[in-house]
C-alpha cells in the first residue's frame, strides 16, 4: 500500500546516514577537508591527517553506525517478544547487566596483566545480558503491566550500575581511566579491529534476524496463531531473545551501555513507516539506529569541544522524551479501552 | 464423499500443566461435517479446540488429522487445519487485509513475501465472508465483531480442509450470526470443510450443526443429531437450569 513511499523513507534515512558519516569524519579538534579525506584513503596526503581518519574517526563513525543500528534491531526484537513497544535493552536493564559482568571480567583479567580480546569481552557481556534477562523474564512472569516491568528493568539497571561504579573504584589506578569512559558509553577508542569483529558479529546476527522475519510477524499476532501456523513458539521465543542478546553485549562490550536508542529509534521508525512488519522494521530500524548515533556522537564530541560528553547523556536527552511521549499514548488507549 | 475422516480422537485427555479437565473424548469429524460443541463456562471446551489444535499439550490418548497422527508446529498442519480462538490479536498498524494475508503463511516463500496469487486469495475469502468493504481499515479500529468476522477470513484464506472455531459468533449481532453460519454451511457442504466449533446459541445451532457434542464435568456427556441435542430438557440439566424458568425466556417447545 505505502510500498513506494517506504522505499522514498529508506532512501532518505540512506543519504543521512552517509552524509552524518561524512560530517563525523570532517568535523573535530583537527580540521580536515573532504578532499584531504578522500586523500588520506587513496594512501597520499599528510600521513598525520590520514593516520587521524584512517586510525580514529573512521574506526569511531564505524562503530557508531554499527552499534546503532544493532541497538536498534536488539530493541525491536524485544518489543516483538514482550509484544510491548517500551521493551529495549537498556530500560529493562539488560544493557547493565552486561556492563556489570564486563568490567568484573575486565577488572579481573587486566590486574594479573591479561588484555582480553574483543571476543572475550562480547562473551562476556552477553553472559551478563542472558542473566539479567533471566531475570527480568522471571519477574514479567508475575506481571504483566508493562510500565511496572520497566521499572523493575530500571531498578536492576541501577543496582547493575552501582555494582560496577563500585567495582570500577576499586580497580588499579591504570585500568580506571579506560574503565569509567566505558562504562558511561562512548565509541571512542575503537580500533579498525574492533570494527572489523563487530561488523562480522552484528552482519551475521542482523542476516539470522532478517531471516526469521517471517515467523516474527506470525508470533506478533499472538503465540496461539503463531502455533498454527507452523512456529515452534517455545524455541522462536529462546531464539528471539538470544539473538538481541547477542546484538546489544555486542554494543556494550564495545561501547558500553547506550540508552533509549532500543525503545526510541524503531518507535520513530515504525511511526514514520506506519508499519510493524518485521521485513520493513528489522533493516529501516537498523538505518534509523545508525543515523541516530551517528548525530548523537556527533554533539556529544562536538558541543562542547574538546570536553566530550558521554553517548548516554546524548542519547537520554533525545531518547527519554520519545519514551515518555509513548507511555503516555499507551496509558491513555488502556483507559479507552 | 462425507465418509471421510478429518478428525478423530481416541479417548483424548485435556487440560493443563498435566491435569486433565476433560477426559476420554471421543469425537469425530468428517468432510463437510458441522460439529458443535456446547456445555457449561469452563467445562473445557475450548480446551478440546485448543489441544486438537496443538496449541496446547495433550495429557494423553490420541488425535488423528486427515488420517494421520499430526505433526505440529509443521507447514503441513497449518495448510490442513485453521484455527479461531478467542486471544486478543496483536496488529499494530495493520490494515484488515494485511491481517488476513497472515493466513497465507504456510503458502509463502522464505521472507514470506506475498504472491498474485496469494493476493487473490485473501480478496476471495473477504469477499465470501464478506468483509471485502474493510480491507483497507486499520484492524484495531474494527468493532470486535468485525475483527472477528475478518479473523474467520484469515482463516478460510488458509485454505485449510478443518477449522476449528472457538466461539466464531460470539461478538457478531443476530444478522451476523445468521449470515456467517449460513457461509459455514455453505463452505461445508461445498468445499467439503470439517467445522468443530464452541457456541452458546443453541437455537442457531439447531439448524446449522450436523452432530452436537455436550462437554461437561470432565468428560464428553453426549453426542448425537442436534434436534435430539438441543432439546429444553437436556439443554435445562446440562446447564443446571430449572425447566420452568426456562420457558419463561424461551417458550415452551412446540415445534
Same mark, same amino acid.
Not at chain 1, 269 to 286: C, D, E, G, L, Q
Not at chain 1, 318 to 331: E, K, L, Q, T
Given at each position: 500500500?505505502?510500498?513506494?513511499?517506504?522505499?522514498?523513507?529508506?532512501?532518505?534515512?540512506?543519504?543521512?546516514?552517509?552524509?552524518?558519516?561524512?560530517?563525523?569524519?570532517?568535523?573535530?579538534?583537527?580540521?580536515?577537508?573532504?578532499?584531504?579525506?578522500?586523500?588520506?584513503?587513496?594512501?597520499?596526503?599528510?600521513?598525520?591527517? #590520514?593516520?587521524?581518519? +584512517?586510525?580514529? =574517526?573512521?574506526?569511531? %563513525? &564505524?562503530?557508531?553506525?554499527?552499534?546503532?543500528?544493532?541497538? @536498534? $534491531?536488539?530493541?525491536?526484537?524485544?518489543?516483538?517478544?514482550?509484544?510491548?513497544?517500551?521493551?529495549?535493552?537498556?530500560?529493562?536493564?539488560?544493557?547493565?547487566?552486561?556492563?556489570?559482568?564486563?568490567?568484573?571480567?575486565?577488572?579481573?583479567?587486566?590486574?594479573?596483566?591479561?588484555?582480553?580480546?574483543?571476543?572475550?569481552?562480547?562473551?562476556?557481556?552477553?553472559?551478563?545480558?542472558?542473566?539479567?534477562?533471566?531475570?527480568?523474564?522471571?519477574?514479567?512472569?508475575?506481571?504483566?503491566?508493562?510500565?511496572?516491568?520497566?521499572?523493575?528493568?530500571?531498578?536492576?539497571?541501577?543496582?547493575?550500575?552501582?555494582?560496577?561504579?563500585?567495582?570500577?573504584?576499586?580497580?588499579?589506578?591504570?585500568?580506571?581511566?579506560?574503565?569509567?569512559?566505558?562504562?558511561?558509553? #562512548?565509541?571512542?577508542? +575503537?580500533?579498525? =579491529?574492533?570494527?572489523? %569483529? &563487530?561488523?562480522?558479529?552484528?552482519?551475521?546476527?542482523?542476516? @539470522? $534476524?532478517?531471516?526469521?522475519?517471517?515467523?516474527?510477524?506470525?508470533?506478533?499476532?499472538?503465540?496461539?496463531?503463531?502455533?498454527?501456523?507452523?512456529?515452534?513458539?517455545?524455541?522462536?521465543?529462546?531464539?528471539?531473545?538470544?539473538?538481541?542478546?547477542?546484538?546489544?553485549?555486542?554494543?556494550?562490550?564495545?561501547?558500553?551501555?547506550?540508552?533509549?536508542?532500543?525503545?526510541?529509534?524503531?518507535?520513530?521508525?515504525?511511526?514514520?513507516?506506519?508499519?510493524?512488519?518485521?521485513?520493513?522494521?528489522?533493516?529501516?530500524?537498523?538505518?534509523?539506529?545508525?543515523?541516530?548515533?551517528?548525530?548523537?556522537?556527533?554533539?556529544?564530541?562536538?558541543?562542547?569541544?574538546?570536553?566530550?560528553?558521554?553517548?548516554?547523556?546524548?542519547?537520554?536527552?533525545?531518547?527519554?522524551?520519545?519514551?515518555?511521549?509513548?507511555?503516555?499514548?499507551?496509558?491513555?488507549?488502556?483507559?479507552?479501552? | 464423499?462425507?465418509?471421510?475422516?478429518?478428525?478423530?480422537?481416541?479417548?483424548?485427555?485435556?487440560?493443563?500443566?498435566?491435569?486433565?479437565?476433560?477426559?476420554?473424548?471421543?469425537?469425530?469429524?468428517?468432510?463437510?461435517?458441522?460439529?458443535?460443541?456446547?456445555?457449561?463456562?469452563?467445562?473445557?471446551?475450548?480446551?478440546?479446540?485448543?489441544?486438537?489444535?496443538?496449541?496446547?499439550?495433550?495429557?494423553?490418548?490420541?488425535?488423528?488429522?486427515?488420517?494421520?497422527?499430526?505433526?505440529?508446529?509443521?507447514?503441513?498442519?497449518?495448510?490442513?487445519?485453521?484455527?479461531?480462538?478467542?486471544?486478543?490479536?496483536?496488529?499494530?498498524?495493520?490494515?484488515?487485509?494485511?491481517?488476513?494475508?497472515?493466513?497465507?503463511?504456510?503458502?509463502?516463500?522464505?521472507?514470506?513475501?506475498?504472491?498474485?496469487?496469494?493476493?487473490?486469495?485473501?480478496?476471495?475469502?473477504?469477499?465470501?465472508?464478506?468483509?471485502?468493504?474493510?480491507?483497507?481499515?486499520?484492524?484495531?479500529?474494527?468493532?470486535?465483531?468485525?475483527?472477528?468476522?475478518?479473523?474467520?477470513?484469515?482463516?478460510?484464506?488458509?485454505?485449510?480442509?478443518?477449522?476449528?472455531?472457538?466461539?466464531?459468533?460470539?461478538?457478531?449481532?443476530?444478522?451476523?450470526?445468521?449470515?456467517?453460519?449460513?457461509?459455514?454451511?455453505?463452505?461445508?457442504?461445498?468445499?467439503?470443510?470439517?467445522?468443530?466449533?464452541?457456541?452458546?446459541?443453541?437455537?442457531?445451532?439447531?439448524?446449522?450443526?450436523?452432530?452436537?457434542?455436550?462437554?461437561?464435568?470432565?468428560?464428553?456427556?453426549?453426542?448425537?443429531?442436534?434436534?435430539?441435542?438441543?432439546?429444553?430438557?437436556?439443554?435445562?440439566?446440562?446447564?443446571?437450569?430449572?425447566?420452568?424458568?426456562?420457558?419463561?425466556?424461551?417458550?415452551?417447545?412446540?415445534?
Amino acid at each position: 500500500m505505502h510500498k513506494s513511499r517506504r522505499w522514498i523513507y529508506s532512501i532518505i534515512t540512506l543519504f543521512l546516514v552517509i552524509a552524518l558519516l561524512t560530517v563525523n569524519l570532517v568535523s573535530g579538534s583537527v580540521h580536515i577537508s573532504m578532499s584531504e579525506i578522500i586523500d588520506a584513503f587513496r594512501g597520499a596526503g599528510d600521513p598525520v591527517k #590520514s593516520s587521524i581518519i +584512517t586510525d580514529i =574517526r573512521l574506526p569511531r %563513525v &564505524m562503530s557508531a553506525l554499527i552499534l546503532g543500528g544493532a541497538l @536498534a $534491531v536488539a530493541g525491536y526484537l524485544l518489543q516483538t517478544f514482550f509484544a510491548n513497544p517500551i521493551a529495549g535493552p537498556f530500560v529493562l536493564g539488560i544493557s547493565s547487566g552486561a556492563k556489570l559482568v564486563v568490567a568484573m571480567i575486565m577488572i579481573t583479567f587486566l590486574s594479573r596483566g591479561i588484555l582480553l580480546s574483543s571476543m572475550a569481552l562480547i562473551g562476556a557481556a552477553f553472559l551478563g545480558s542472558i542473566l539479567s534477562t533471566i531475570l527480568i523474564l522471571i519477574i514479567s512472569k508475575g506481571v504483566k503491566n508493562m510500565s511496572f516491568l520497566v521499572v523493575c528493568g530500571v531498578m536492576i539497571g541501577y543496582i547493575c550500575s552501582s555494582i560496577t561504579e563500585f567495582v570500577v573504584t576499586f580497580a588499579d589506578d591504570s585500568n580506571i581511566v579506560n574503565l569509567h569512559n566505558w562504562s558511561m558509553g #562512548s565509541f571512542s577508542g +575503537t580500533s579498525n =579491529r574492533d570494527v572489523a %569483529v &563487530m561488523a562480522i558479529v552484528v552482519g551475521i546476527t542482523c542476516i @539470522a $534476524v532478517f531471516a526469521v522475519s517471517k515467523p516474527m510477524s506470525a508470533y506478533q499476532m499472538g503465540e496461539g496463531y503463531a502455533a498454527n501456523m507452523g512456529v515452534n513458539v517455545r524455541h522462536f521465543r529462546v531464539l528471539l531473545i538470544l539473538l538481541s542478546a547477542v546484538l546489544s553485549s555486542c554494543v556494550t562490550a564495545f561501547a558500553g551501555p547506550i540508552s533509549f536508542v532500543g525503545v526510541a529509534v524503531p518507535h520513530i521508525v515504525r511511526h514514520i513507516y506506519k508499519t510493524n512488519r518485521p521485513i520493513v522494521m528489522i533493516p529501516a530500524s537498523f538505518l534509523g539506529g545508525a543515523a541516530f548515533c551517528l548525530l548523537a556522537d556527533l554533539i556529544a564530541r562536538n558541543l562542547f569541544a574538546p570536553t566530550e560528553l558521554s553517548i548516554s547523556s546524548v542519547t537520554a536527552v533525545f531518547g527519554a522524551p520519545i519514551v515518555i511521549w509513548m507511555m503516555i499514548g499507551r496509558s491513555r488507549k488502556e483507559s479507552i479501552e | 464423499m462425507k465418509d471421510k475422516l478429518l478428525l478423530y480422537t481416541e479417548d483424548l485427555a485435556v487440560g493443563y500443566e498435566g491435569k486433565a479437565v476433560v477426559e476420554n473424548v471421543n469425537t469425530d469429524v468428517h468432510e463437510g461435517e458441522i460439529v458443535t460443541l456446547i456445555g457449561p463456562n469452563g467445562a473445557g471446551k475450548s480446551t478440546i479446540l485448543k489441544t486438537v489444535g496443538g496449541l496446547i499439550p495433550r495429557i494423553s490418548g490420541k488425535i488423528y488429522i486427515d488420517g494421520k497422527e499430526p505433526v505440529y508446529a509443521s507447514g503441513e498442519m497449518a495448510r490442513t487445519m485453521a484455527v479461531l480462538l478467542t486471544d486478543k490479536i496483536h496488529a499494530e498498524y495493520m490494515s484488515a487485509a494485511e491481517v488476513v494475508a497472515g493466513g497465507r503463511y504456510p503458502y509463502t516463500g522464505r521472507l514470506g513475501i506475498l504472491r498474485e496469487m496469494d493476493y487473490e486469495a485473501v480478496d476471495r475469502a473477504m469477499e465470501i465472508i464478506g468483509v471485502d468493504g474493510l480491507a483497507d481499515e486499520n484492524f484495531n479500529h474494527l468493532s470486535d465483531g468485525q475483527k472477528q468476522r475478518v479473523m474467520l477470513a484469515r482463516a478460510l484464506c488458509q485454505e485449510p480442509k478443518l477449522m476449528l472455531l472457538d466461539e466464531p459468533t460470539s461478538y457478531l449481532d443476530i444478522g451476523y450470526k445468521i449470515e456467517l453460519l449460513g457461509k459455514l454451511r455453505e463452505l461445508a457442504d461445498e468445499r467439503g470443510i470439517g467445522v468443530i466449533m464452541t457456541m452458546h446459541d443453541y437455537e442457531l445451532a439447531r439448524n446449522i450443526a450436523d452432530t452436537v457434542v455436550s462437554v461437561k464435568d470432565g468428560r464428553t456427556e453426549k453426542c448425537g443429531r442436534p434436534e435430539e441435542m438441543l432439546r429444553s430438557e437436556y439443554i435445562c440439566s446440562l446447564f443446571g437450569v430449572d425447566r420452568d424458568r426456562y420457558d419463561v425466556f424461551f417458550g415452551a417447545e412446540s415445534r
